[in-house]
């Protein structure tokens, strides 16, 4: 693994645990609560911007990100 991708991977282990701690979850449930709203993608892809920014910041970022998804989900419902 390149130096990068291992950045990257501490990275998105750092935003799993500060997102289970916050949420009060457990790893498997953060971690699929996350993968199942494509966050540990999101968090990978954005990494050059995300990764300066503080841990409050960053929780409120993905609960923002989820709650588009959840709303972008809706939106594609058939009604």
């Given amino acids: 693994m390149g130096n990068r ?3 990257i991977s501490y990275f998105v282990s750092f935003c ?10 457990s790893g498997v449930e953060a971690m699929s609560q996350l993968d199942s709203y494509g966050v540990l993608d999101y968090l990978a892809d954005n990494y050059d911007v995300l990764h300066t920014q503080g841990h409050r910041w960053l929780l409120d970022d993905i609960d ?3 709650e588009s998804q959840k709303r972008e989900h809706h939106d594609t419902l058939p009604r």
């Avoid at 799993?16 to 979850?25: C, I, M, P």
């Fill in 64 to 66: 923002e990100f989820i």
């Fill in 16 to 25: 799993v645990e500060q997102y289970k701690n916050a949420k009060h979850l």
């Fill in 5 to 7: 991708q291992s950045d």
